[in-house]
């Protein structure tokens, strides 16, 4: 072989040589940061100005790669596909996702956690949740009670309320009749809510193990209250407080409900092991502010914290 004939393949293995540092260094970043999804709320959309913005300021300051997941349509779906749907939706659409296929991050906003949270627990073979962020969300359920106030979510809750929340039409046709909880009809609530007692493992007779596993399996559970919220009732519901059987009041913090006592879901566990933050911030609902988003969000989607 004279010299010429070296000179292509030299050319060549120079070339392979370039490109591999090249998508070496493009890989670096993404081996060591979890790729994080947005979930938003009722009535919202990926396109909003709010949730790309937000999505893009997460993206910017924890320098992690994210977007928001659209569910179905977006706006209209929010409000008219029942939850479990739209859960189901999320789980196909994430085990499509390559990026995501090592395990992500979700950022749940207000009933997108709810979304979130039916994704870890129901979704067979779905990547892994490794942490998970939630802004104001119906954990709990929402009451609507005679002083419920005059926010729109109150008064989409009267209405459903007339129309009967726990008949089948109005659970398979209007997504937060999923988790309208109202204290004093319990055994409706228990017997005809097609989603959030499932998902929070209220059925004395079929409490799944495999739910609680899933969600005990988090990293990292961030439950962030807004101190103003009116948009959930009541707001404590971010924290997986709620009301007793059958009182519209007091509501009891977290730790003096069965759900955390008897530990239907893990939540008790994972908190004892340091796992979960409840944090509190000022403003009303989803009003995060910049400083409160570096302090308790961010954090846990940087690269750092994936070990
Ligand atoms: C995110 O960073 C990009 C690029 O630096 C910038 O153009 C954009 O305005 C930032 N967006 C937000 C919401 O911080
Ligand atoms: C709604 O609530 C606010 C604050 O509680 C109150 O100032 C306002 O008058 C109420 N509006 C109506 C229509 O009841």
């Not at 739209?86 to 659409?93: G, K, P, S």
């Not at 090592?102 to 892994?128: H, K, T």
């Amino acid at each position: 072989m004279g010299p010429f004939s070296a000179t292509p393949s030299s050319v060549g293995l120079l070339f392979i040589i370039t490109i591999s540092a090249a998508t070496l260094l493009s890989l670096l970043p993404l081996a060591s940061s979890i790729p994080f999804i947005v979930l938003h709320g009722i009535g919202d959309e990926c396109k909003s100005g709010k949730v790309s913005h937000f999505t893009q300021m997460v993206a910017n300051l924890s320098g992690s790669p994210g977007f928001c997941l659209e569910v179905g349509n977006g706006y209209w779906d929010s409000w008219f596909v029942p939850m479990k749907k739209q859960a189901e939706m999320v789980c196909n659409n994430v085990k499509t996702i390559d990026e995501l296929s090592n395990g992500y991050n979700i950022v749940g906003l207000s009933q997108g956690n709810l979304v979130s949270r039916a994704v870890i627990e129901f979704c067979e073979d779905g990547p892994p949740v490794m942490n998970y962020i939630s802004l104001a969300g119906p954990h709990a359920g929402i009451a609507s009670v005679p002083m419920c106030g005059n926010g729109t979510w109150c008064e989409v809750a009267d209405e459903l309320i007339k129309a009967g929340i726990y008949t089948d039409f109005v659970q398979d046709h209007l997504a937060p009749s999923g988790y309208l909880k109202l204290p004093d009809d319990m055994s409706a609530y228990l017997s005809k809510s097609k989603f959030l007692p499932q998902l929070n493992n209220e059925h004395p007779e079929a409490r799944n193990p495999t739910f609680k596993q899933r969600f005990s399996s988090l990293k990292n559970l961030v439950l962030i209250m807004f101190e103003e919220d009116e948009v959930i009732v009541p707001k404590e519901t971010a924290w997986f407080g709620f009301y007793p059987d059958g009182e519209f009041s007091p509501v009891l913090p977290v730790q003096q409900t069965r759900l955390y006592q008897e530990d239907w879901i893990g939540l008790k566990q994972m908190n004892e092991e340091g796992r979960v933050q409840f944090v509190k911030v000022s403003g009303g609902h989803l009003g995060i502010s910049d400083s409160d988003l570096k302090q308790y969000v961010i954090p846990h989607l940087l690269p750092a914290a994936a070990h």
